[in-house]
């Protein structure tokens, strides 16, 4: 470990990528820090989700010339700015040593730039790959955030320093066009004074927004603290209406009261968005959320969880599918006492088969992040699998060596006082410790002004290494707690 501490993360990103044609290569079949309970068979998991990738791209992914969407069904013409959002994320996380999606994600992002109305957002329902199909051209928050983040991912995945411009510019229309100065999210761009009282909370996703103050430091603290609360408090109060189950309205108003109290299809996204917090970030709101939902979700089988979901009663509804069992299995990666019950949900995802583009997609989504392939890529180290497999539709014809973010010299101050870390930073931090055995253990997001205490009090005693990260800056720091 000295040695490790000697090389620095410098030479961690440059060892063993050289051959490499992106620098997180599926499978990653990452633990996340510790931070989550994820499939007991992660590897067979991998497997699974390439199988189900294969026929999204079959079925959902259509290109014409330099721009690709994803269809809204097998053989649809209807195209919407979600699926956009879907099809970029799965493309950075789905490349691997055999084939990197970027060709597909850059034909994805050119779709939605060809389409973007005056706001500098795609319009959220196309046709033919080149019509807007609705009347005010506006846009929907779900798509433009996910298409954001999938921007920085890619801008780390793939070593090209036009994601991370492009992420900025979305980003910061977002700010202007769909968030209010309080930082709560509208739907759109145009919903005007409706907007301002009707939420929806799936929208919105609280893993994003520590990444985005990293990228739009100007309005850190806005996405690290305002929208961050904001939207946080907007949850809680969805799903306090709620006490039985814990699940989030599809709509709300801006005090999170339910409009309708179904959890459906809207809602759905709101799981994995909250659990993905807790994987990426530690977020210990993001987990009692979690926690209350899997009270609920541990008591149905797999086999019966249906929806829509009558909120308040638990009532199921009619329709089985991947929506329903996949969204509402994240919430079990919140205490290892349901891991029998997580690997039931996603067995029965698998046994549903090819499904309908919302269905697959969230199967995807949902599947990744439950089986660790879809970590913070912002605050992750580049690594190989020990295998790496993939599905290809096209071959990528590029050998060339992605280059990767460059790391600047002046490292993050740190000093240890007791069992507290003291952290000389400003901005978005993230710390990791590591064990001996290059494990990491525990991971910690956060926003410094100037300095930033960790209390490491529940850490056993032994030696750690410290591994801080700050505005693009990375420093390592041998400890012994005792």
Not at 110 to 133: P, T
Not at 183 to 193: E, F, M, R, S, V
Not at 258 to 271: H, K, L, N, Q, W
Not at 317 to 344: C, P, R, W
Request: proline fraction near 4%.
């Amino acid at each position: 470990m000295n040695r490790l501490v000697k090389m620095g993360l410098a030479g961690l990103f440059a060892f063993g990528l050289a051959q490499a044609k992106v620098n997180f290569p599926f499978p990653q079949m990452s633990d996340y820090g510790g931070n989550a309970t994820l499939l007991s068979d992660k590897a067979k998991a991998s497997e699974e989700l390439k199988s189900q990738f294969a026929y999204w791209m079959k079925a959902m992914y259509n290109e014409q010339g330099d721009v690709a969407g994803v269809r809204s069904d097998p053989g649809s013409d209807t195209y919407f700015s979600e699926g956009v959002g879907y099809g970029m994320l799965l493309m950075v996380y789905f490349s691997d040593n055999t084939t990197s999606y970027q060709p597909q994600f850059d034909k994805i992002w050119n779709f939605y730039k060809k389409m973007m109305n005056e706001n500098g957002f795609m319009i959220w329902k196309v046709g033919n790959l080149s019509q807007s199909w609705d009347a005010g051209n506006g846009a929907a928050l779900d798509g433009d955030i996910d298409a954001a983040a999938a921007l920085v991912m890619a801008y780390y995945q793939f070593g090209d320093e036009k994601y991370k411009e492009d992420a900025k510019k979305l980003i910061q229309s977002m700010k202007k066009s769909e968030f209010e100065s309080n930082g709560l999210h509208l739907p759109g761009d145009k919903w005007g004074d409706a907007g301002y009282n009707r939420k929806n909370p799936g929208y919105f996703d609280p893993a994003y927004m520590p990444v985005f103050a990293m990228i739009d430091t100007e309005n850190a603290e806005f996405w690290s603290k305002t929208a961050y609360e904001a939207n946080m408090s907007l949850y809680e109060a969805s799903a306090s209406d709620a006490p039985s189950t814990g699940l989030i309205d599809d709509w709300t108003d801006k005090n999170g009261k339910s409009e309708d109290d179904y959890y459906s299809y809207d809602a759905s996204r709101a799981p994995w968005r909250n659990a993905k917090a807790v994987c990426w970030h530690g977020d210990q709101r993001a987990l009692a959320l979690d926690k209350k939902m899997a009270e609920f979700v541990s008591t149905v089988s797999a086999a019966s969880m249906s929806g829509p979901v009558m909120r308040k009663s638990g009532s199921l509804g009619n329709d089985h599918n991947s929506t329903f069992v996949t969204s509402l299995m994240t919430s079990l990666i919140s205490d290892a006492k349901y891991q029998a019950k997580l690997d039931e949900y996603w067995k029965e995802a698998v046994a549903l088969g090819d499904e309908n583009y919302f269905n697959q997609s969230l199967k995807l989504l949902n599947g990744l992040l439950v089986s660790g392939n879809m970590p913070n890529l912002a605050a992750a180290t580049p690594t190989q699998p020990t295998s790496s497999s993939s599905v290809t539709p096209e071959s990528s014809s590029s050998d060339a060596t992605i280059a990767l973010p460059t790391l600047a010299t002046k490292s993050p101050k740190m000093t240890l006082s007791g069992r507290t870390l003291q952290i000389a930073a400003n901005g978005n931090v993230r710390v990791d410790l590591i064990s001996m055995t290059g494990s990491v253990l525990k991971s910690f997001d956060n926003h410094a002004n100037g300095s930033l205490n960790v209390s490491l009090k529940s850490v056993p005693n032994g030696l750690y290494v410290v591994r801080v990260k700050n505005a693009g800056v990375t420093s390592l720091k041998k400890i012994k707690l005792d």
